[in-house]
C-alpha cells in the first residue's frame, strides 16, 4: 500500500508528489494530522469552517 500523503497547501490527501487539484497544484508531504472526508461541501458547517468548497479527502493539518 502506498503511503497517504496531503498537500501542504489545500490539504488533500493523495498519494501523488503533488497535489491533484489543478487549481492548486501544490507540493505534497507525509507529515501532517488528521482526516477529513467532505462530500458535500455546500452542506458542511465543517468544511465551511476549514474553508473546503470542493468534494474529497482532506488533512486537518500539515507541517
Ligand atoms: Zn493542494
Not at 455546500?42 to 469552517?49: D, V
Request: glycine residues 10%; positive net charge; contains cysteine.
Amino acid at each position: 500500500m502506498k503511503e497517504l500523503r496531503a498537500c501542504r497547501k489545500c490539504g488533500r490527501v493523495t498519494t501523488e508528489l503533488k497535489c491533484p487539484d489543478p487549481q492548486c497544484g501544490g507540493e505534497t508531504t507525509l507529515e501532517w494530522d488528521g482526516y477529513i472526508y467532505i462530500i458535500r461541501p455546500e452542506l458542511s458547517s465543517l468544511a465551511k469552517k476549514i474553508g473546503k468548497t470542493t468534494e474529497g479527502e482532506y488533512a486537518i493539518k500539515t507541517r
